[in-house]
């Protein structure tokens, strides 16, 4: 047998353990040894059932994503899947942990499953822009419906355990798989059950066959998530073909579109997004034996957005958080909004029905600072100016216990200097969320100039925890994310002031794959957070900042760049704003002109990409990578462009080059000159992957 596949009996029970740590991932090793022993233990006289389960702390967990556009070698993983299903002794799949992509399709495969209560069975392909490759498409529907199978299929979210059971994905939950596994088949054998091939049961199918309502109101709810991607509907697509093809011709579909997505450059995109996260894991000049320390305890200063949306992220995952405010109102205000927020999701079935009220229980409110005195992370989300963060440090570091890590939200103020106001600059780092925390996945850990290696780690394995992905990145004004934000900030506000308005740049982002437009978005944030950061740093912005010397900082007033009528969330094209524009034309002198789109694409996404080299140049960012993790999980860039380093690479670095260049001859701007690496990969005809892999070689 293979090292990573053992075979051992238990009477007349064969149980087959996979060993491929971490995920039991489905490399062609691991098929091999699947498939030697399945072949053993159907030729064992004395064998009478098999049970295939897994060491560690999953089920197989999805199909080696190194191994994908490679030539496989035999047995083929069509091969594989019909000898289980052929198998003339019972095979069940006892599951733990997660078992997904070719995971679930090889126990779809088998004739039972059977799970633990925290089981997740799911088909994520989709989000490495894929589809199930292993029948998935076609088997999955006859398990569950196609509707079920389509929701899980086209937005590659899995299911618990509870609902795999109540639509037949599974026969029974067990405490322990192999436990549960073995007495399974026993029951299967002494009961004489048929052996149930899911290929041959079209039994959950024949409602969709006479009445296709259902399966079309689902796919048009998964069509509002998946804007500009390809997956979801090529997906869909083979979905239904369960219902209205044989099994085999279905299967066939299957395949013919699974490797049309492999070769397309939406799921190249994906997939490097997918690698891009496991780089990040490595942080560059750590000693290789740093540990994290215990945070079982969370305290967040500031009760305001920000604050509730992190307090939210660790009471999702199960941490206690003390909210601070130093006034009741705010704070009363900050968790009537989680309430709000929770119960919404709840009567949406984003959540189950009773995790509102558990969440909430974790939820410790109080005024006063000196509340933080047992917890072991603090992390500091008060309105961004140097000296109210001066003041917030200098009381934690009097009341925080030693050892305590204290961390500040700051989206663009230095850490060091932040942590020069306390005794314990070690302790001290930033951990910055992105608007609203409780959803956007993006944190930036920011290094401070003393902050200790197990400090950073710590920072780093509490965000993975809380389901963010983190980017560890060094100092400097607005670090990487709001770096390369104010350059396109910039030219936003100079194309207002050469002819463009804001709904006319908000629908050219949004049709390059953006959620929502730069100026939509700056109304949900709030302009005022904006213009507070400009005037301590004594920048001006002639639109923007007379906007919100008006009072309208966005939907929170009902005006921003837009109007928001009636407490409504849906932007509307305001005359004043226009108004004010037209006046700042004629006080500056300016003589307005017709934009094009694609200049205006340019003008905002090429500086960002320059300033982007600027910051790789200066450390600030390990890796072109870690960059675009920033703008995908930060800003919403749309994860089948890859984050705009990969973009740009696709495009041609030369081609940015140069129309850097233009656009710095046309406006005088000199920010606008290329970057001096960005010059020099394009001089050696190289790309930002190719200094990645330079940068990883040294």
């Not at 440090?393 to 890590?405: E, N, S, T």
Request: net charge neutral; glycine share 8%; charged share 25%.
């Amino acid at each position: 047998m293979s090292e990573l596949v053992k075979l051992k009996l238990h009477e007349d029970i064969a149980i087959i353990a996979v060993n491929n740590p971490p995920v039991n991932a489905l490399s062609a090793a691991v098929k091999d040894g699947i498939m030697e022993s399945v072949n053993v233990a159907i030729a064992a006289p004395e064998v009478r059932g098999i049970v295939l389960t897994c060491a560690g702390r999953s089920f197989i967990a999805g199909a080696d994503i190194n191994e994908l556009g490679r030539p496989s070698r035999p047995p083929t993983w069509e091969e594989l899947l019909a000898t289980m299903e052929n198998s003339p002794k019972p095979i069940i799949a006892a599951i733990h942990g997660n078992a997904l992509g070719g995971g679930l399709e090889l126990a779809l495969a088998c004739h039972f499953r059977v799970a633990t209560e925290d089981a997740k069975l799911g088909l994520p392909e989709v989000k490495l822009g894929l589809l199930p490759g292993g029948g998935g498409t076609q088997r999955l529907p006859r398990a569950v419906g196609p509707e079920l199978a389509l929701k899980m299929i086209a937005t590659g979210d899995p299911i618990l355990a509870a609902e795999a059971l109540s639509r037949g994905l599974i026969e029974q939950i067990v405490d322990n798989p192999e436990v549960g596994g073995k007495a399974f088949a026993r029951k299967v054998l002494a009961e004489r059950r048929l052996l149930r091939k899911l290929r041959d049961d079209d039994s959950k199918l024949s409602a969709a066959r006479s009445d296709r309502s259902t399966f079309t109101d689902m796919l048009s709810s998964i069509a509002k998530r998946a804007r500009g991607l390809e997956a979801p509907f090529a997906a869909a697509n083979v979905v239904e073909c369960a219902i209205d093809l044989p099994f085999e011709e279905g299967s066939k579909k299957e395949r013919e579109t699974f490797n049309r997505l492999v070769a397309s450059e939406q799921s190249k995109a994906q997939r490097y997004a997918f690698f891009a996260e496991r780089e990040a894991r490595k942080i560059p000049d750590l000693p290789v034996d740093t540990k994290a320390r215990s945070v079982d305890r969370v305290a967040v200063i500031g009760s305001g957005t920000m604050g509730v949306g992190i307090a939210m992220s660790f009471a999702n995952t199960g941490i206690p958080v003390t909210l601070i405010d130093t006034n009741e109102r705010h704070l009363k205000r900050g968790i009537g909004l989680m309430q709000k927020n929770w119960v919404g999701s709840a009567a949406r079935g984003s959540i189950p029905a009773d995790a509102p009220a558990k969440r909430m229980a974790l939820i410790n409110g109080v005024i006063g600072i000196d509340s933080v005195k047992n917890v072991d992370l603090v992390i500091e989300a008060v309105f961004e100016t140097m000296a109210l963060k001066k003041e917030v440090f200098r009381q934690l570091d009097k009341y925080a216990r030693p050892g305590a890590i204290i961390a500040s939200n700051t989206s663009y103020l230095r850490i060091g200097e932040i942590a020069d106001e306390t005794r314990r600059p070690q302790d001290v780092l930033g951990m910055h969320f992105f608007w609203p925390a409780n959803v956007m996945k993006l944190c930036e850990i920011v290094r401070g100039p003393q902050t200790a290696p197990d400090t950073l780690v710590t920072a780093v394995s509490i965000s993975r925890q809380i389901a963010k992905v983190p980017v560890v990145v060094g100092l400097c004004h607005g670090f990487v994310g709001n770096r390369m934000w104010d350059q396109s900030d910039k030219q936003r506000q100079e194309l207002l002031l050469e002819g463009a308005l804001p709904q006319q740049i908000d629908a050219v982002m949004t049709r390059f794959g953006m959620p929502m437009g730069p100026f939509v978005m700056s109304d949900m944030a709030g302009m005022d957070v904006g213009w507070f950061a400009r005037k301590e740093q004594g920048i001006k912005s002639e639109i923007a900042d007379a906007l919100c010397e008006a009072g309208r900082y966005g939907r929170k007033t009902g005006k921003g760049w837009y109007k928001y009528e009636g407490g409504s969330r849906t932007p509307i094209p305001d005359p004043d704003v226009e108004r004010l524009i037209e006046e700042t034309w004629a006080r500056l002198g300016r003589k307005p002109r017709a934009i094009g789109c694609q200049e205006i694409l340019e003008r905002l996404n090429y500086p960002m990409v320059n300033e982007a080299a600027r910051i790789l140049e200066e450390g600030v960012a390990s890796r072109p990578s870690d960059i675009d993790l920033v703008w995908l999980y930060g800003y919403g860039w749309p994860i089948y462009r890859g984050g705009p380093l990969y973009w740009a690479d696709q495009i041609g670095l030369k081609h940015v080059a140069e129309r850097l260049a233009c656009y710095a001859n046309e406006t005088g701007d000199a920010s606008l000159e290329p970057a001096p690496l960005l010059k020099r990969l394009v001089a050696k005809g190289e790309s930002f992957a190719s200094f990645a892999s330079i940068a990883k070689a040294s």
